[in-house]
């Protein structure tokens, strides 16, 4: 099969790999497409260290089943079905699984990241059927390369306890901030701002149903209640670094939630007084569990036409090196790029 193999940071080539095996309660999927992460960008820069040569990367995806290995049948699968599935592999034996926190499972592993899995960027992936999620054949299928990033934003939405009328700010407008406020919507937050530097980010943020803030333009606590006449309930950092964690903890109310999803730095100083002495709490959020993951593909499976506002582009195996080296150098490019890896099969 062909695969993206990261032969050094900064380069990426198609290559010839084996086939991936199908072990027991395994699944085989054909991929259709995978979305480009901005964790694959910062792997394919050298950036984060938690990608290395020689590696296939791939996490955000979508395919149909191919085959099934014994008794992966049991979880209701069958040849040919559209599929995504939850790259997090958790032990489903230790006090966090249990409790549902399967992100904190010490013996988690994550497709795409561990480097001695071959992942989805490539024809075919092998996955264990309990983290495979059927889909409908009646959305389109790229929609499921969504589902990932959607439901790392439905966790952080939730971590930060949004709920109904809540004014929130997103800070951010890049595909998780963009997530985040299809999240916070479906949560049923009455209002979102987002505060993004890029004017084509802010106008598809627009079009997710947000009010869209231009940081340059003044301080953002002040833009801020001048949008929602007081401070914002909770804010969600997309970001991470040092300047949006501290607007973030200005712009929200005494009292509030700052969700910090964004992990632009490895380490942030910020104003221990904004947290302390005006009682904001600064919650953390990471990948997400079990249910979050399928209560963002359930969605996803719904067909909102709002989806295809994601999806900046699609590009082959071929131009996908060109389109990571142009992500990596901000090249404009508003929302998700993904990349069809079924190109070949077609032909």
């Given amino acids: 099969m062909k695969a993206l193999e990261l032969k050094d940071f900064h380069q990426l080539v198609v290559v010839d790999r084996d086939e991936p095996m199908v072990g027991p309660g395994d699944v085989l999927i054909d ?18 260290g938690r990608r290395v040569p020689g590696q296939v990367m791939g996490h955000e995806t979508v395919g149909r089943i191919a085959a099934l290995g014994a008794g992966a049948d049991a979880y209701g699968l069958a040849v040919g079905q559209p599929v995504t599935f939850n ?33 989805a960027f490539a024809e075919q992936v092998s996955v264990p059927a309990q983290n495979v999620v059927a889909l409908s054949a009646e959305t389109p299928i790229v929609y499921g390369a969504l589902i990932e990033p959607l439901a790392v934003a439905f966790h952080a939405v939730r971590r930060a306890r949004i709920g109904a009328g809540q004014k929130v700010l997103v800070i951010g407008g890049g595909p998780i901030g963009q997530s985040v406020i299809l999240a ?18 802010r106008a598809l943020c627009q079009r997710l149903g947000a009010q869209a803030l231009d940081p340059a333009a003044g301080p953002l606590d002040e833009q801020v209640r001048a949008a929602f006449g007081t401070l914002s309930d909770t804010t969600v950092d ?13 712009a929200t109310k005494f009292g509030g939630v700052v969700s910090l999803v964004g992990m632009g730095s490895p380490e942030l100083a910020f104003n ?14 990471f990948c ?49 790029v993904l990349v069809r890896l079924d190109s070949a099969r077609n032909n």
């Fill in 238 to 250: 997309a970001v991470g670094i040092k300047p949006t964690i501290a607007g973030a903890l200005e």
């Fill in 87 to 119: 790259p997090l592999i958790s032990c489903n034996a230790c006090e966090a699984c249990d409790a549902g926190q399967q992100q904190h499972c010490p013996e988690r592993t994550v497709i795409g990241v561990n480097p001695s899995i071959v992942s």
């Fill in 31 to 48: 991929v259709v497409a995978t979305g480009i992460c901005g964790s694959d960008i910062h792997g394919y820069t050298g950036e984060n």
């Fill in 288 to 336: 997400y569990n079990n249910q979050d993951f399928r209560d963002a593909a359930a969605w996803v499976d719904q067909g909102s036409p709002v989806l295809a506002e994601l999806i900046s582009r699609e590009v082959s195996m071929d131009d996908a090196d060109a389109a990571f080296a142009g992500l990596a150098s901000a090249d404009g490019t508003a929302g998700k």
């Fill in 184 to 201: 916070a919507i479906q949560e049923g937050a009455g209002r979102v701002l987002v505060s993004e530097m890029d004017p084509a980010r």
């Fill in 272 to 285: 221990a007084y904004r947290v302390s002495t005006e009682e904001r709490e600064i919650v953390g959020s």
